[in-house]
């Protein structure tokens, strides 16, 4: 997989990232929902988020700091509710986490730039990607900064 790999168990809620705000700045620069996905690591509902059927050509950035996540050119159907992705613009600006919360274990993505929940990473899905993995991102932690 693309990106750093940590455990949550190692205190990675405890690291320092470049971009680091205390609650308050978050609060008053996010929206209730977009604070409760990037900071609280929650979800938005399937089917919601604004780009889970975008096809614009572009970079998807993280909506904390502004930091490259994704390309279109990595951005595919999965139909499952949320944006997919087979891979991150650049490897360095996602953090991959092992996530056992919910009685699972899963990999969260966070911006390695700021910590901000991003979603999470699946493998071995069959999907027909190059990498078969699937980024699972909630639109709510991106914004979609058009090239064409």
Partial sequence: MF???T???????????????SDAEWREQLSPEEYQVLRKSGTERAFTGEYTDTETTGIYNCRACGI????????FH??????????PSE???VELITDRSMGMKR??????NC????????????YDTPTD???CINSVSITLQPTS
């Fill in 3 to 5: 990106g750093r790999t």
């Fill in 7 to 21: 455990d949550k168990s190692e205190g990675t809620n405890e690291k320092t990232y470049p971009v680091t705000k």
């Fill in 68 to 75: 490259e996540l994704f390309r279109s050119t990595g951005k």
């Fill in 78 to 87: 999965s139909h499952c509710g949320w944006p997919s992705f087979y891979e």
């Fill in 91 to 93: 490897g360095d600006n």
């Fill in 107 to 112: 990999t969260e993505v966070r911006c390695a």
């Fill in 115 to 126: 910590g901000s929940h991003l979603g999470h990473v699946f493998e071995g899905e069959g």
């Fill in 133 to 135: 993995q699937r980024y």
